[in-house]
């Protein structure tokens, strides 16, 4: 799995290498673990590349270390909820 993670860093990263123009912003929505600074796409960045790291996050418990990200959004979380309890009420009749 690690692996893939790997993979699917590196591609993106060429993805956005491949559309850097001067003056221009490149904008990669991704996962969590994706952006992250310290492991995720901008480690596969050319050297000298600027990047800006912002996370999107329900609740307030920080899904990231200061040092990997820029920025932070959070929204209220929404409560737990088991999807699977209605099945199971079904499926027991």
């Known amino acids: 799995m690690a692996r893939i993670q790997l993979a699917k860093d590196d591609s993106m990263a060429q993805t956005v290498t491949s559309q ?11 996962g969590r673990g994706h952006v992250l600074r310290s492991i995720g796409i901008p480690t596969w960045l050319p ?40 099945l199971r009420e079904k499926w027991k009749k």
């Open 20 to 30: 850097l123009q001067p003056g221009k912003t490149v904008l990669l929505i991704a």
């Open 47 to 86: 050297a000298g590349t600027r990047s800006v790291v912002a996370i999107g996050q329900a609740g307030s418990q920080a899904q990231a270390d200061a040092a990997d990200r820029d920025w932070v959004h959070s929204t209220p979380a929404l409560p737990a909820q088991d999807h699977c309890a209605a």
